[in-house]
């Protein structure tokens, strides 16, 4: 099993170093090997994704990584810029679907903005598109208007289109992730506007046939975002394109109040993944030693469970976090009276004692 570590910058270095020393933790063998990403590569290489740093990720069966950018580098040319690498390893390595788990721990109810009776229990599971839609369609730029409000003016324009493939995949990727968990599917579109999601809906449409003991719904954009906070326990699977999945996963994100503790992955055809925290690298508190490294270590569990088939050592991670959080554990970010205040370190530390401890007792 050969791991590509991609720790990136800010807060990148300090969680990947905690879910590294807890997949050490665990007997299992590991090859890993490290190299520099974003800003990071930047200053050593000149390029966020040098030519070395992809060709680890290729060759590996999973790459962790954890964050990239800084305010720093924003007046950098957009492709010199960090998050340009990310970008650039989701083309190269065709991770076209995107797992963002929001699930709400029992013990961190108190830290959503929402009532505890919408969020307690809840546990979706968002599925985007990540290589297509008006993220990547061509053309794009800016031009002279020949037509629309402003002939003459100046203008900028980006296209959304999907192919009858790529709507195809996402859309068996969702039914068959709804199979394992309650058997639903929510496809979120803007059909009653856009072409492009007309189509959306027509294919998955399709491909649901082929799945009949999943049953499927259908809901616009915008209604999804409202429903989101208004009862998110009414969703399960959600698919969706890239621009619409980029903004409701966010949302989804911080209807549990923790973005410091919401892992995901980004597959491709072959469940090679690339797996990292859903925050990103946070330079306010860069350095301190008090980022939450629970995202990271969760990132890990997903990448033993879809990467590296590794099931039950997902789920003694998944259930050491638990375990740290009923000892009333807490990092800063999802700090609440009563419970005790920890460091970066003292996190990891926790998780893998308790893995530790598990392992023991049996
Ligand atoms: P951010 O997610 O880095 O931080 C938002 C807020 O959440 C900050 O207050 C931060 O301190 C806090 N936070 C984030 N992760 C945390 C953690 N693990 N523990 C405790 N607190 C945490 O978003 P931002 O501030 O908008 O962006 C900072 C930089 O990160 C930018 O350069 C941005 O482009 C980049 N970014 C990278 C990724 C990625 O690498 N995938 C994703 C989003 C943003």
């Known amino acids: 099993m050969k791991i590509a570590v991609l720790p990136g910058d800010g807060i990148g270095t300090e969680i990947v170093a905690e879910a590294i020393r807890v997949l050490e933790t665990l007997d299992l063998r590991f ?80 830290a959503s903005s929402l009532k505890p009776e919408l969020i307690s229990g809840l546990d979706i599971l968002i599925i985007r598109e990540l290589t297509g ?51 639903r599917v929510t496809s979120v579109d803007k059909a009653n506007v856009l072409e492009t999601f007309q189509f959306w809906k027509d294919i998955v449409t399709e491909v649901g046939r082929e799945y009949p003991d999943v049953e499927l719904d ?34 989804a994100a911080m209807l549990t109040g923790s973005i410091g503790m919401l892992p995901s992955a980004s597959l491709n055809a072959s469940n090679q ?14 350095g301190k030693g008090v980022a939450n490294p629970l995202a990271t270590i969760l990132s890990a569990a997903m990448m033993l469970r879809f990467s590296l088939n590794q099931p039950e050592a997902a789920d003694r991670i998944e259930s050491a976090v638990q375990s740290v959080l009923a000892q009333g554990l807490r990092t800063a970010d999802i700090w609440s009276a009563g419970t005790t205040k920890v460091g970066t370190r003292e996190m990891g530390d926790a998780v893998v004692a308790a893995i530790t401890k598990k392992t023991i007792t049996g």
């Open 31 to 110: 090859e890993m090997e490290s190299a520099l990403v974003g800003g990071a590569a930047y200053e050593a290489h000149g390029h966020p994704l040098p030519e070395a740093t992809l060709k680890l990720a290729k060759e590996a069966d999973a790459v962790l990584f954890g964050a990239v950018g800084d305010w720093k580098y924003d007046k950098l040319e957009r492709s010199l810029r960090p998050e340009q690498a990310i970008l650039g390893l989701r083309k190269n390595l065709g991770l076209f679907a995107n797992f963002r788990p929001a699930i709400c721990y029992e013990q961190l109810v108190g």
């Open 218 to 251: 259908h809901m616009y954009v915008d209604n999804a975002a409202m429903q989101l906070v208004k009862a998110p326990k009414k969703f399960d699977v959600v698919v969706t394109g890239n621009m619409f999945g980029d903004i409701l996963s966010d949302e």
């Open 273 to 286: 993944g690339l797996y990292e925290p859903s925050h990103g690298s946070a330079p306010d508190i860069a």
């Open 133 to 183: 839609d008006i993220y990547f369609g061509q053309p794009r730029g800016r031009r002279t208007a020949v037509d629309g409000h402003f002939p003459g003016a100046e203008e900028a324009f980006d296209t959304m289109r999907y192919s009858r493939p790529e709507v195809e995949r996402i859309a068996h990727v969702a039914f068959q992730a709804a199979r394992k968990r309650s058997k």
